[in-house]
Protein backbone atom coordinates (compact mmCIF):
# COMPACT_ATOMS: atom_id res chain seq x y z
CA UNK A 1 0.00 0.00 0.00
CA UNK A 2 1.06 3.55 -0.40
CA UNK A 3 -0.15 6.32 0.12
CA UNK A 4 0.33 9.69 -1.75
CA UNK A 5 2.03 13.11 0.58
CA UNK A 6 0.12 16.11 -0.08
CA UNK A 7 2.78 19.18 0.37
CA UNK A 8 1.50 21.52 3.17
CA UNK A 9 -1.01 23.46 2.93
CA UNK A 10 0.86 27.11 2.63
CA UNK A 11 2.79 25.79 0.31
CA UNK A 12 -0.02 24.49 -1.58
CA UNK A 13 -1.68 27.78 -1.84
CA UNK A 14 2.10 29.17 -3.14
CA UNK A 15 1.86 27.05 -6.34
CA UNK A 16 -1.47 27.54 -7.14
CA UNK A 17 -1.17 31.63 -6.75
CA UNK A 18 2.35 32.37 -7.14
CA UNK A 19 1.79 36.28 -7.07
CA UNK A 20 0.70 36.37 -3.50
CA UNK A 21 4.15 34.82 -2.47
CA UNK A 22 6.32 37.97 -2.72
CA UNK A 23 4.00 40.59 -1.52
CA UNK A 24 3.97 37.89 1.55
CA UNK A 25 7.29 37.14 2.04
CA UNK A 26 8.22 41.32 1.62
CA UNK A 27 5.24 41.47 4.76
CA UNK A 28 7.18 38.81 7.09
CA UNK A 29 10.66 40.54 6.50
CA UNK A 30 9.64 43.59 7.27
CA UNK A 31 7.96 43.31 10.21
CA UNK A 32 11.46 41.82 12.13
CA UNK A 33 13.42 44.44 10.96
CA UNK A 34 14.59 47.27 13.19
CA UNK A 35 13.07 51.43 13.07
CA UNK A 36 15.63 53.50 13.83
CA UNK A 37 15.00 55.26 16.69
CA UNK A 38 14.09 58.83 16.56
CA UNK A 39 14.74 59.93 20.09
CA UNK A 40 18.27 59.29 21.79
CA UNK A 41 19.17 58.92 25.56
CA UNK A 42 21.80 61.91 26.15
CA UNK A 43 23.36 63.00 29.42
CA UNK A 44 22.80 66.78 31.07
CA UNK A 45 25.88 68.95 31.49
CA UNK A 46 25.88 72.70 32.59
CA UNK A 47 28.17 75.78 32.32
CA UNK A 48 27.56 78.50 35.03
CA UNK A 49 29.20 82.41 33.62
CA UNK A 50 27.50 83.73 36.62
CA UNK A 51 28.65 84.77 40.19
CA UNK A 52 25.31 82.77 41.43
CA UNK A 53 25.12 79.47 42.13
CA UNK A 54 22.66 77.56 40.32
CA UNK A 55 21.29 74.72 43.17
CA UNK A 56 18.75 72.81 40.57
CA UNK A 57 17.77 73.13 36.56
CA UNK A 58 15.88 70.91 34.23
CA UNK A 59 15.89 70.42 30.76
CA UNK A 60 12.88 69.30 29.44
CA UNK A 61 12.01 67.81 32.74
CA UNK A 62 15.36 66.31 32.77
CA UNK A 63 17.84 66.93 36.13
CA UNK A 64 21.23 68.39 35.65
CA UNK A 65 23.65 69.08 38.39
CA UNK A 66 23.84 71.76 40.66
CA UNK A 67 26.88 74.30 39.54
CA UNK A 68 28.66 77.07 42.05
CA UNK A 69 29.45 80.22 40.41
CA UNK A 70 31.54 80.46 37.42
CA UNK A 71 31.91 76.31 36.99
CA UNK A 72 30.23 73.75 34.99
CA UNK A 73 31.16 70.77 32.90
CA UNK A 74 32.50 67.93 33.58
CA UNK A 75 29.51 66.43 35.82
CA UNK A 76 26.79 65.05 33.86
CA UNK A 77 23.56 63.50 35.17
CA UNK A 78 21.68 60.68 33.18
CA UNK A 79 19.20 60.89 31.29
CA UNK A 80 17.49 63.58 28.85
CA UNK A 81 16.41 62.70 25.30
CA UNK A 82 17.57 64.60 22.36
CA UNK A 83 16.16 63.60 18.40
CA UNK A 84 18.59 61.46 16.51
CA UNK A 85 18.30 64.66 13.76
CA UNK A 86 18.12 68.40 14.17
CA UNK A 87 15.39 70.18 13.11
CA UNK A 88 14.90 73.93 12.73
CA UNK A 89 11.97 74.97 15.39
CA UNK A 90 13.33 73.01 18.03
CA UNK A 91 12.96 74.22 21.45
CA UNK A 92 14.19 73.23 24.77
CA UNK A 93 12.01 74.20 28.37
CA UNK A 94 15.04 75.31 30.86
CA UNK A 95 13.72 75.67 34.38
CA UNK A 96 16.18 76.72 37.68
CA UNK A 97 16.54 77.49 40.86
CA UNK A 98 19.15 80.40 41.75
CA UNK A 99 21.35 81.13 44.67
CA UNK A 100 21.65 84.90 44.63
CA UNK A 101 24.27 84.70 47.47
CA UNK A 102 26.13 81.19 47.95
CA UNK A 103 28.48 82.38 50.36
CA UNK A 104 26.85 84.05 52.65
CA UNK A 105 28.63 85.92 55.26
CA UNK A 106 27.55 84.19 58.17
CA UNK A 107 27.83 80.15 57.33
CA UNK A 108 25.12 78.40 58.03
CA UNK A 109 24.57 76.10 60.90
CA UNK A 110 25.77 72.29 60.80
CA UNK A 111 24.81 69.21 62.94
CA UNK A 112 26.92 67.56 64.44
CA UNK A 113 27.54 65.01 61.11
CA UNK A 114 27.86 67.75 59.34
CA UNK A 115 24.73 67.93 57.61
CA UNK A 116 23.28 71.17 57.22
CA UNK A 117 21.04 72.30 59.66
CA UNK A 118 17.47 72.13 58.01
CA UNK A 119 15.77 75.63 59.43
CA UNK A 120 18.80 77.57 58.49
CA UNK A 121 18.80 76.00 55.04
CA UNK A 122 14.97 77.19 54.97
CA UNK A 123 15.80 80.60 55.84
CA UNK A 124 18.95 80.70 53.44
CA UNK A 125 16.66 79.11 50.52
CA UNK A 126 13.86 81.54 50.98
CA UNK A 127 15.78 83.93 48.91
CA UNK A 128 16.57 81.82 46.39
CA UNK A 129 14.65 82.88 42.99
CA UNK A 130 12.79 80.97 39.94
CA UNK A 131 13.33 81.10 36.27
CA UNK A 132 12.06 79.45 33.43
CA UNK A 133 12.74 79.54 29.68
CA UNK A 134 11.72 78.46 26.18
CA UNK A 135 14.71 78.52 24.30
CA UNK A 136 15.94 76.52 20.61
CA UNK A 137 18.37 73.83 20.57
CA UNK A 138 20.95 75.66 18.31
CA UNK A 139 21.93 73.61 14.97
CA UNK A 140 24.03 70.13 15.64
CA UNK A 141 25.20 67.23 13.01
CA UNK A 142 25.37 65.04 15.25
CA UNK A 143 23.90 64.31 18.87
CA UNK A 144 25.60 64.54 21.80
CA UNK A 145 24.97 65.43 25.85
CA UNK A 146 22.02 68.16 26.75
CA UNK A 147 24.63 71.39 27.56
CA UNK A 148 22.99 74.28 29.06
CA UNK A 149 24.80 77.70 29.25
CA UNK A 150 23.32 80.36 32.00
CA UNK A 151 24.17 83.26 31.70
CA UNK A 152 23.68 87.07 33.29
CA UNK A 153 20.39 88.65 33.17
CA UNK A 154 18.83 84.90 33.80
CA UNK A 155 19.50 84.14 30.01
CA UNK A 156 20.36 80.61 28.85
CA UNK A 157 21.67 78.45 25.67
CA UNK A 158 20.77 75.02 24.72
CA UNK A 159 23.18 72.96 22.40
CA UNK A 160 23.07 69.09 22.29
CA UNK A 161 26.02 69.18 19.87
CA UNK A 162 28.65 65.96 19.99
CA UNK A 163 31.37 67.90 20.34
CA UNK A 164 32.91 69.99 23.68
CA UNK A 165 33.31 73.63 24.58
CA UNK A 166 36.89 73.89 23.68
CA UNK A 167 36.61 72.33 20.49
CA UNK A 168 36.53 74.77 17.05
CA UNK A 169 32.74 73.44 16.02
CA UNK A 170 31.37 73.88 19.82
CA UNK A 171 28.86 76.86 19.12
CA UNK A 172 28.81 79.30 22.27
CA UNK A 173 31.90 80.49 23.45
CA UNK A 174 31.30 82.45 26.41
CA UNK A 175 33.61 83.07 28.58
CA UNK A 176 33.63 81.39 31.94
CA UNK A 177 32.79 84.31 34.41
CA UNK A 178 31.00 87.40 32.76
CA UNK A 179 29.72 90.31 34.89
CA UNK A 180 26.19 90.20 36.08
CA UNK A 181 25.78 93.14 34.01
CA UNK A 182 26.99 91.98 30.83
CA UNK A 183 23.84 90.65 29.03
CA UNK A 184 24.52 88.81 25.55
CA UNK A 185 22.13 89.69 22.95
CA UNK A 186 19.72 87.10 22.01
Known amino acids: MSQS ?3 PATRDLMCRYPFFALPLT ?9 RESEMLGAPVEGYNHTSAAISRFTV ?6 NLGPYSGGGGQICCGSVPRYWRPGMRAIVEWEKDL ?6 PLKRNKYGSLDPDDYKKHAASYTYHRAVVEI ?4 SPGPLVVHFLP ?3 VRVT ?15 PRKMEDKECPKA
Open 5 to 7: LKP
Open 138 to 141: HEYD
Open 60 to 65: NGAGGP
Open 101 to 106: NPRPAT
Open 153 to 155: CDQ
Open 160 to 174: AAAVTPRHPDYPYNF
Open 26 to 34: LLLISGCMA
